[in-house]
C-alpha cells in the first residue's frame, strides 16, 4: 500500500463550481498549473518560514496532466509511476525532487522506506516520490538508468543531478543537503 494515493476526482466533482481551493485544479476553475502552482507555492514558503512547527504541517501542489489532475504533498512521500512522474517533476519547478526507486521484494528498500518517508517530513522545500520499479513502471526506470535498487535520483530543474544507489542514508542526506545549498 502507498503513504499516498495519487486519485483521480470523480467526473460529478469535477464539474461543481462549488469547490473549496483544497480540492482538485481540473474542479476549482484554474486553467494553468503554473497559476495553481505559484497559489500554493506562497503556502509552501510560509509553512518553511514556520520553523519548528514544520512536522506538523504540510502544503500542497497540484498538477494537471492531460490524462488526470494529480496531487502531491509536501512533507510526506508521494507514489509516482511512468505516467505521472514527469508532470510532477515539472511542476516542482526549481525545487530538489528526491526519487525513491524500490521493488516490492528489496529488503534494503523496505528498511529505507520509513526514513525516506521521516526525510520527507524534515524537508519541506523538497518533494519526495517514490517509483514501483516493476512491469508497468520499467519505461520509466530504463529511462532513467537504474541499474540497482534501491537507487535515488535527486532531480532539479527537470534534470538528475545526484544519484545515491544503494540503502546509504548517509549519502542520500548529504546528497539532497548538496542539491538544495545549490
Same mark, same amino acid.
Given at each position: 500500500?502507498?503513504?499516498? %494515493? ?61 490524462? #488526470?489532475? @494529480? @496531487? ?11 505516467? @505521472? ?31 525516506? %518517508?521521516?526525510?520527507? %517530513? ?20 530504463? #529511462? ?39
Amino acid at each position: 500500500m502507498s503513504l499516498l %494515493q495519487l486519485p483521480q476526482a470523480p467526473p460529478a466533482i469535477r464539474s461543481s463550481p462549488s469547490l473549496s481551493a483544497a480540492q482538485p485544479i481540473a474542479a476549482s476553475g484554474i486553467s494553468s498549473w503554473k497559476s495553481c502552482f505559484s497559489l500554493e507555492s506562497s503556502l509552501l514558503k510560509s509553512i518553511s518560514a514556520a520553523g519548528n512547527n514544520r512536522k506538523k504541517h504540510s502544503a500542497v501542489l497540484r498538477v494537471r496532466s492531460s490524462l #488526470e489532475t @494529480t @496531487t502531491v504533498t509536501v512533507g510526506q512521500v508521494t507514489e509516482v509511476t511512468k505516467d @505521472t512522474f514527469w508532470p510532477i517533476v515539472k511542476a516542482a519547478g526549481d525545487k530538489a525532487v528526491v526519487l525513491d526507486m524500490y521493488t516490492q521484494w528489496c529488503g534494503p528498500c523496505k528498511v529505507m522506506a520509513p526514513k525516506f %518517508q521521516e526525510l520527507s %517530513q524534515n524537508y519541506l522545500d523538497v518533494v519526495f516520490l517514490k517509483l514501483d520499479c516493476n512491469q508497468e513502471n520499467r519505461p520509466l526506470a530504463k #529511462e532513467l538508468g537504474i541499474r540497482v535498487v534501491p537507487t535515488f535520483k535527486i532531480l532539479k530543474d527537470n534534470k538528475v543531478v545526484k544519484e545515491v544507489t544503494g540503502a546509504k542514508f548517509d549519502d542520500l542526506v548529504l546528497a539532497i543537503e548538496t542539491v538544495r545549498s545549490s
